[in-house]
């Protein structure tokens, strides 16, 4: 634990204007970012006397060691420059909502000849036009299936309209109706891509023009006689009311608006958004946070508007943003929006009718997901602790182990030996940091040995990250705007407060010794035999027996298991990559078409090496030299020993024409039958 004062910056040399500021910690990670008008004015309020400080920012004042500041013209900039900040570093102690899933958007691909229709989820992509995001896939499923009958656009994909187009045969959507084929030319892409344009436009909200239009054509095909044609009209008109009725009006006079709702307590907030589009609920998302820090409703709408329109622009901001509380600085917020958009944005808090009604609505539902999250969370995190605090007491550990790595080996018989390190964080996983391993100073089976070098190799690798970035070297002071190395995450350079290994007595005092020959004395190190399920430390004869119905047994054996599948599956990765390769992979130039090409030729790779130079240039594309190098290659490639059906005696060997396996029986006398 760090005092504040030991990295104190005098006052004198903090500016009194508007900046961004970054805290980090003895490992030159950024722990959090925060802006201001007056840098001068908010970093004195981090080193007030600590009794005073709110007891999150207290944490992370003595969490920190340095501070620095980067200087910007306006506030405009220093809250685009924060979030980038956030985004980068991923602070420990910032406001972060996150989800727990990728929530679905009805896509249209106008970027493509023949735009097509999908879900999709993540990131957006230029050219496509996005509406929602809705709450499950299967709601944009049957907002399309009611569509498609009046804007029978494209909806296969690339595979099976490329299939249709070879053929000439269109798939069942074309033939009932609901795809305009445009694989098979039915229409032009011209005329293809004006179904999806007025499909774009349906979704959009205009849909008063579509259904008047076709009420018109309804009655003239009544008046003409055209019974049949009408009918199907009339049909087509009740697809897109019931598709509109799916989301049901809220507001009036086609309102486009995002309505943003905050429920919290001490700990956690739940924030709701609803996508309001021409008077519509086009879509609903929501977060839940941990306050790591110490925020009121104007913050987290703050650092909720950030995340929801850091990467949007265009008519993804809306005209309007309701809000429960505005931000510090409303006219910076609004300015920022308002370049996001690329137009005006209001940015302010219903106070009447419809939209305060709405906005109580919203409200709710924000309730509702703070309680339902808090109901589920709260045995999680009881028993994450309790699981932590069993693990201290139990290896005799200062404090409890928040970061963990786990270290398992891998191989098949001594071959193909790898490792993998896996991390969990607050007793819970965190992939992005997960690593796998080559055993390269030896060949063979020796665990012990291989522990070894891993650990060497990950701490050498923490010890570089540390003397390349470097301890704080003087006095807090600024730093340019474009100091994007420095505290970003670096892929050894976290050390964990435990390492983990599977094994016993040996692996343990193979990782000990390997830290100790780095220096490195601040890292408990323990192991766990799969026999008994024991935990061993190092240098001691009897291991430490945790009760079966621990919660620190049961955590620790499901980071091992973790490490464990991890190393297996990057083992099976390479064994299966190692037994794919062929001696024709030696050869220069030659690729996968004529590699493909003499395989289908000869039979097998056997008949290829009994081919003569003559033969093998009678396959088309093969010339003399690559024939001549397909002869040296295969010459210097020992055969492949025959497989063995270890039940039967069978010698199965790949021999046939058409290079199906032929089986051969071992008969008494040596000889052998087909």
């Not at 899933?101 to 050219?127: C, D, H, I, W």
């Not at 344009?197 to 006689?225: P, S, V």
């Not at 497989?643 to 071992?666: K, L, M, Q, S, Y």
């Amino acid at each position: 634990m760090a005092d504040p004062s030991s990295y104190r910056p005098t006052p004198g040399q903090i500016p009194d204007s508007p900046g961004v500021y970054k805290f980090r910690d003895d490992h030159r990670r950024v722990i959090y970012v925060g802006k201001a008008k007056s840098l001068r004015q908010r970093l004195a309020n981090y080193f007030q006397d600590l009794a005073s400080l709110h007891p999150r920012t207290r944490t992370m004042v003595t969490t920190a060691a340095s501070v620095e500041w980067t200087v910007v013209s306006t506030e405009v900039e220093a809250l685009q420059l924060e979030y980038s900040w956030i985004k980068e570093f991923d602070p420990r102690f910032n406001v972060k909502y996150r989800d727990d899933k990728s929530y679905p958007y009805l896509a249209v691909t106008m970027n493509e000849e023949f735009p097509r229709v999908q879900v999709m989820r993540g990131a957006k992509k230029k050219g496509v036009r996005y509406f929602g995001p809705y709450g499950h896939a299967w709601a944009i499923r049957e907002t399309v299936d009611l569509m498609l009958r009046v804007f029978p656009v494209r909806t296969c994909s690339a595979g099976v309209f490329k299939n249709a187009e070879r053929t000439g045969r269109p798939c069942l959507l074309g033939y009932i109706g609901k795809c305009s084929a445009p694989c098979v030319g039915r229409v032009t892409p011209q005329e293809h891509r004006e179904l999806a344009e007025g499909f774009c436009d349906f979704m959009a909200g205009r849909t008063g023009t579509y259904i008047r239009r076709l009420e018109k054509d309804m009655m003239a095909a009544a008046e003409e006689m055209e019974y049949e044609r009408a009918a199907r009209l009339r049909d087509d008109i009740e697809a897109l009311k019931r598709a509109m009725e799916k989301n049901a009006v809220v507001l009036a006079d086609a309102t486009d608006a995002d309505l943003i709702a905050v429920a919290e307590d001490e700990l956690e907030a739940a924030v709701q958004i609803f996508h309001v589009r021409g008077g519509r609920v086009r879509g609903q998302r929501g977060w839940v946070t941990d306050k790591v820090e110490a925020v009121d409703t104007a913050g987290l709408v703050e650092h909720a508007l950030q995340q929801l329109y850091g990467e949007e622009s265009g008519d993804a901001v809306p005209k309007e943003v309701l809000v429960p509380a505005l931000p510090e600085d409303p006219d910076a917020v609004g300015q920022w929006l308002s370049g996001r958009r690329g137009s005006n944005v209001s940015l302010r808090i219903p106070q009447r009718g419809d939209k305060k009604d709405l906005m109580a609505t919203v409200g709710r539902n924000a309730q509702q997901a703070l309680v339902l999250h808090k109901t589920k969370r709260a045995s999680d995190l009881t028993t994450r602790s309790r699981a932590l605090e069993e693990i201290a007491a139990a290896l005799d550990l200062e404090s409890a182990p928040l970061r963990i790595e786990c270290f398992d080996i891998s191989h098949l018989q001594g071959e193909d030996v790898v490792a993998s390190m896996v991390v969990f964080e607050d007793g819970l996983p965190r992939k992005s940091e997960y690593r796998r391993f080559q055993i390269k100073s030896f060949e063979g089976q020796d665990d012990v040995r291989s522990m070894h070098e891993v650990i060497s190799r990950r701490f050498k690798r923490y010890l570089a990250e540390k003397e390349k970035t470097g301890e704080w070297a003087g006095e807090a002071g600024e730093v340019p705007a474009d100091d994007a190395g420095n505290g970003k995450a670096k892929r050894f350079a976290y050390p964990p407060q435990l390492v983990l290994v599977d094994g016993g007595q040996p692996q343990v005092a193979a990782a000990q010794r390997a830290l100790d020959e780095l220096g490195i004395d601040d890292v408990a190190v323990c192991g766990i035999a799969k026999r008994m399920e024991e935990v061993w430390l190092p240098g001691e004869d009897d291991p430490v027996v945790l009760p079966r119905s621990s919660e620190g047994l049961y955590l620790i054996q499901r980071v091992r298991d973790t490490a464990h599948d991890f190393a297996i599956r990057y083992q099976r990765s390479k064994r299966t990559k190692r037994l794919r390769t062929s001696p024709l992979d030696a050869v220069p130039g030659l690729g996968e078409t004529r590699k493909q090409a003499l395989i289908k030729y000869f039979g097998s790779v056997k008949r290829l090496r009994q081919a003569t130079i003559e033969q093998i240039c009678e396959v088309p594309g093969m010339g003399r030299k690559t024939a001549e190098s397909v002869v040296v290659a295969l010459a210097q490639a020992a055969p492949a020993a025959p497989a063995v059906n270890t039940a039967t005696g069978e010698i199965i060997e790949e021999d046939a024409d058409d290079g199906a396996p032929t089986v051969r029986r071992t008969t008494e006398d040596g000889g052998s039958t087909e």
